[in-house]
Structures are given as structure tokens and as C-alpha cells.
């Protein structure tokens, strides 16, 4: 979405200038967004500047081949934000409210006695409801595995 505002933004201030020419200026925008994340920050510390000129770099060859469209540009401006929006929207519905925790990190007395318990008694078919330290409750789920 950034590289979609940035895009904007040089869209915008090379209005005038010819298509061949507004498409060179876009694509070097990109490359000195890439060399400035590898050059000068580099490292995970620049790879979001790398990811942001990775979409400098698509959205101006899309726009190299929507722009003979009249809707080309509406779908660019328009479409890839909503897109966007949809994807962040789709990510938020389906959002794992829940952990799964490994047994070495439970450290309660009570709920490593209950662990010793069902690792004893396969029999043991459930679930059973611990507090957590943080206030927190949790559930530990039981069951047999039948093959």
C-alpha cells in the first residue's frame, strides 16, 4: 500500500511529462528505493524498503500496460487499494485468537502432574481448565489417537 502511495504521489508530480518517459522516471524510483535498502540500510533492516521497491517496480509495469485503457488507470488507482483492503479484511476475520503451547513451557505444578497423569492413563479423554500466570485460562485437550 505504501509503494501504491509512493507510486501516487510520482504519478502526480510527472503529470505533464511524456508516457515513456513518466514510466523511466517510475521504474528508476524503484531502482534507487532497491539501492538505498541494500546500500545504505541493508540487512532485515532494509528489506522493507526492498519489498517497497519490488511494488514501485509492479505497479509501473501495470501501469505501462493498463495505461492505453480508459478504465487501465481507474482499475490501477482503485483496484489495487481495494485489493488490498479486502486482503487486510480477509486476514482479520480469520484470526487465530488461540496457542498452542509446548508441554516443557507449562511449568505450573499442577498442570505438569496432570500431564504426568494423562501421559499414564491413555483412558483419559477430555479437556481440563488451568489459570494461566498472566490471568489468563487455558484448556489442556486429551484424547486417543486410534490408527
Known amino acids: ?6 507510486f501516487g504521489l510520482a504519478y502526480v508530480f510527472v503529470k505533464g511529462i511524456e508516457d515513456r518517459t513518466q514510466l523511466l522516471l517510475q521504474f528508476s524510483l524503484g531502482i534507487l528505493i532497491l539501492v538505498f535498502s541494500l546500500s545504505v540500510i541493508g540487512g532485515f533492516e532494509g528489506m522493507p524498503y526492498a519489498v517497497l521497491s519490488l511494488g514501485v517496480f509492479t ?8 495505461k492505453k485503457y480508459v478504465i487501465g488507470k481507474k482499475i490501477l488507482f482503485i483496484g489495487v487499494p481495494l485489493i488490498f483492503v ?4 480477509i486476514g482479520f476475520i480469520n484470526q487465530v485468537d488461540y496457542w498452542v503451547v509446548d508441554k516443557e513451557r ?5 498442570t505438569g502432574d496432570y500431564i504426568e497423569k494423562i501421559e499414564k492413563d491413555t483412558s483419559i479423554v477430555g479437556y481440563k481448565k488451568f489459570n494461566g500466570g498472566e490471568g489468563e485460562d487455558f484448556l489442556q485437550l486429551t484424547g486417543a489417537v486410534v490408527l
Open 1 to 6: 500500500m505504501l509503494a501504491m502511495i509512493v
Open 86 to 89: 479486502i486482503h487486510i479484511f
Open 59 to 66: 505497479l509501473a509495469i501495470l501501469y505501462f500496460f493498463l
Open 106 to 110: 507449562l511449568t505450573d505444578d499442577e
